[in-house]
Structure formats: structure tokens, C-alpha cells
């Protein structure tokens, strides 16, 4: 086993006061940081801890070769994408022979985050030993951005990458109380026509860079044609409750 470790660090969905304390306490005596960000990005983990790293810290963004580029089920994306987390497990696991490092991850990094991929890597290879700690995720601090609570009683919710195609994203709507919708980017339009289909726009609101410096909310009724990839779609549940709550 090397000397160093590596420790992924939830950050929570933006605000900087949601980081838990061990959190905090880790990054502000880090000397190696790294994160994930697009080529041309400053990256949203990095930008969530402006201000308060050390003043010699090194800084190590691991950019993305391509995001939207190509399909992700194209055989050219995935051998990019994997030798882009290969190269990198082979970095951090070179730098952990004497120091610690630190990888920033927005939210909490179990959940559709990147270290995902380096984490099995580096796992497998047992060299290093790897910490991650929870952060809030972002869809939490995205529901708590409407003001109104997520589910009630016996209400099923479900998370669905707007990724998806609209066949299972029908299915999963229709099936479901409450809605998160991840990713949604460029296919707000696509989401917006599938939840009118289902009764359930007037009901939705979209979130953009929840908790964050420049949060937007608004009803998805009222929402512009286009929206950054940093949103989320929250369609609150509306279960069982005692006859006289509203
Ligand atoms: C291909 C696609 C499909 C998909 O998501 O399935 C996808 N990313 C897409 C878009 C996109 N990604 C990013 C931006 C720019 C954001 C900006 O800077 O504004 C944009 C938008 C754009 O380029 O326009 C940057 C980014 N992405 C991730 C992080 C790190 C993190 O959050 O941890 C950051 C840095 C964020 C930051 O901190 O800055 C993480 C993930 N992105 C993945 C896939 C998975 C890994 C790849 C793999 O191994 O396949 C993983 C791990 C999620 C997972 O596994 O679910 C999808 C097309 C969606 C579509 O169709 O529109
Ligand atoms: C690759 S996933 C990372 C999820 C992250 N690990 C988490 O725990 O939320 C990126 C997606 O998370 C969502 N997201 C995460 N934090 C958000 C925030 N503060 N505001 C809006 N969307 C957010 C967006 O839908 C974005 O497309």
C-alpha cells in the first residue's frame, strides 16, 4: 500500500455552508487537489470551494475528453472515457507513493458521480487506500430550493436521468408519486412534453444551480426553452396525510 491516500470529498449541492465539517477540515490543509470538469471549464466542484483552499495547494483538473460530442453508447466514447479514468487512476495512484490527495466531487460522490470510475479502478488495483465522504445531493438542496416538501405518507419518488429515452422515462413517470429529473440540459423540451402528457406539468418546477450563488427556480411551465446541464426537475409528491393538513 502507498504512503498517501486519496479521499473523495462530497461537497453538497453548491452552497458552501451545506459541506459537512469533515469535509471543510480536509480541504483547507489539502496540498493536492483534483477534480473533474469540461475542457474549457472552470468545473463546478472547483468553483465550490473558492476561497478556501491552502495557499501552496497543487491542483490537478481532470478534463473530460469529450461530453456530448459523440453518443455515450458510441464504442469510440467509451474508449476515451475509459482510458481517460485509467490514465488518471495510474496519476493519483503515482502521487499517493508520498502525499495525500483530495478529489472534489459536487454533491455526493456515490450518486451518478464521476469517481464512480476511478473509484473501482482503484479499488481493484489495491495500492491505495481510498476514503469518500457523503455531501449532500444536489437534488435534496434542489427541493428544499421550491420551499415545499418532497414526499408524503406512502409516496413511491424516483430518479430519472433525462438521458433516458422516452419510453422507460414514460413508464417511470407514470408509475411514481414524486420526480426527480437529473441531467436535463438539452432535453428540457423533451421532459416538459412527456410530463404534459402525464397530467404532471402544472406540478413541476425546475431548479438551476440549486443553492448555488446564481440559483433560478421556477415552475417548468415558466421555464425558457433552454437550460444549463446543472439542473434539476422536481415534481413534489402529494400522499397521504391527516384529513385537515393542506
Ligand atoms: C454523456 C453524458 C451522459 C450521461 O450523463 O449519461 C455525461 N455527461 C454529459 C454531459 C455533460 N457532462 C458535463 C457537462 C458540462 C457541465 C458544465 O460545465 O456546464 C455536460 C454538458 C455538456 O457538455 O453540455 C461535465 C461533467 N459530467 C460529470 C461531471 C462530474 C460529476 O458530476 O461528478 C462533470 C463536471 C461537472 C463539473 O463539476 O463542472 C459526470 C458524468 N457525466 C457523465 C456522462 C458520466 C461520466 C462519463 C462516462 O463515464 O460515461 C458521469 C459520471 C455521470 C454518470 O455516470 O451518470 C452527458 C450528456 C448528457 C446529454 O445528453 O445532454
Ligand atoms: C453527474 S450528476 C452528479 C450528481 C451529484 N453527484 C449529486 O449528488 O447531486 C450531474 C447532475 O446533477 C444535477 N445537479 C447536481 N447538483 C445540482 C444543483 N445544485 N442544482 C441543479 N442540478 C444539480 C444536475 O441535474 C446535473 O446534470
Known amino acids: 500500500m502507498n504512503h498517501g491516500k486519496i479521499f473523495c470529498v ?22 493536492h487537489v483534483a477534480y473533474f470538469r469540461k475542457r474549457g471549464h472552470p468545473g463546478k466542484a472547483r468553483q465550490l470551494v473558492n476561497g478556501l483552499l491552502h495557499a501552496e495547494v497543487t491542483e490537478y483538473p ?46 455526493d460522490p456515490f450518486f451518478y458521480g464521476s469517481f464512480m470510475h476511478l473509484y473501482v479502478r482503484l479499488r481493484q488495483a489495491e495500492q491505495v487506500t481510498v476514503e469518500v465522504l457523503p455531501g449532500i445531493p444536489g437534488m435534496v438542496g434542489c427541493w428544499h430550493a421550491t420551499g415545499i416538501p418532497m414526499t408524503w405518507g406512502d409516496d413511491v419518488m424516483s430518479v430519472l436521468p433525462a438521458t433516458l429515452p422516452d419510453t422507460p422515462l414514460r413508464e417511470h413517470m407514470a408509475r411514481s408519486d414524486a420526480l426527480v429529473i437529473m441531467k436535463v440540459g438539452r432535453h428540457l423540451g423533451r421532459i416538459r412534453g412527456l410530463l404534459d402528457e402525464q397530467g404532471k406539468l402544472d406540478r413541476a418546477w425546475l431548479v438551476i444551480n440549486g443553492t448555488m450563488s446564481d440559483q433560478q427556480v421556477m415552475p417548468l411551465r415558466d421555464a425558457p426553452e ?19 393538513d393542506m
Open 62 to 107: 481532470m478534463e473530460y475528453p469529450l461530453t456530448t460530442e459523440i453518443p455515450h453508447d458510441d464504442p469510440r466514447y467509451i474508449a476515451q472515457l475509459s482510458s481517460f479514468y485509467q490514465d488518471w487512476q495510474s496519476r493519483l495512484t503515482e502521487l499517493t507513493r508520498s502525499e495525500d490527495v483530495i478529489v472534489l466531487c459536487e454533491g
Open 10 to 31: 462530497g461537497l453538497g449541492p453548491g452552497d458552501p455552508d451545506m459541506m459537512s465539517v469533515k469535509a471543510d477540515r480536509l480541504l483547507r490543509n489539502a496540498r
Open 226 to 244: 433552454r437550460c444549463p446541464y446543472f439542473a434539476i426537475i422536481v415534481v413534489h409528491g402529494q400522499g397521504r396525510r391527516p384529513a385537515n
